[in-house]
């Protein structure tokens, strides 16, 4: 179990989403689709007040995003970039080539 000691309690919605350095309403989200793990009194219904550990949340955290960030999807946030970088790089050699090929 986790000690409450060394200031690792968190009281509050407001004081978890200021220690994660993010909205109350991302921390529902995490908590509904992510298993954040928050605590409520035993028997306490889902507006009940929660409290969590930050030694847990920081486990979560890096469990659940590995990469750091959680807004970070690999490959799925601009997937014309590639598109665009390809043509770009395309653009530019060709333009080399133009430039610098041997004149008959």
């Given at each position: 179990m986790s000690e409450i000691s060394n200031g690792n309690l968190l009281r509050s919605w407001k004081e978890i989403a200021a220690y994660l350095g993010c909205d109350i309403r991302t921390c529902h989200r995490w908590e509904a689709n992510h298993?954040?793990?928050?605590?409520?009194?035993?028997?306490?219904?889902?507006?009940?007040?929660?409290?969590?550990?930050?030694?847990?949340?920081?486990?979560?955290?890096?469990?659940?995003?590995?990469?750091?960030?959680?807004?970070?999807?690999?490959?799925?946030?601009?997937?014309?970039?590639?598109w665009a970088l390809g043509g770009a790089a395309v653009l530019v050699l060709a333009g080399a080539y133009l430039i610098f090929r041997e004149k008959p």
């Open positions: 298993g954040m793990p928050v605590h409520r009194a035993e028997g306490g219904g889902h507006k009940s007040p929660v409290f969590a550990y930050k030694d847990e949340l920081d486990r979560w955290f890096r469990g659940t995003f590995r990469n750091g960030h959680p807004n970070h999807k690999a490959g799925k946030g601009r997937p014309w970039l590639k």
